[in-house]
């Protein structure tokens, strides 16, 4: 069976950790990092069963700085 690297971004939202991969559209959470990525994968290859995939555009990850008011870290 072959693998592909895959790309998930993670942020937490409450007491959950959202996973999701930008080059597929799938999304999964859990209680840990661990837990979310594990999720994210059961999902993305379930997906990948279904719909195959062509050509992967990968990501882009860069950051930039906004100005923001002193509200904002209150």
């Known amino acids: 069976m072959a693998s592909l690297t895959l790309t998930a971004v993670i942020h ?3 007491d959950l950790y959202v996973a999701e991969c930008p080059e597929v559209g799938t999304v999964s959470q859990g209680y840990t990092i661990e837990e979310a990525l594990a999720n994210l994968r059961e ?6 069963e279904e719909f195959p995939l062509g050509r992967i555009n990968r990501p882009l990850l860069t950051v930039f700085e906004a100005a923001v008011g002193e509200a904002v870290y209150a």
């Open 43 to 48: 999902a993305t290859e379930l997906y990948l």
């Open 12 to 14: 937490q939202e409450d």
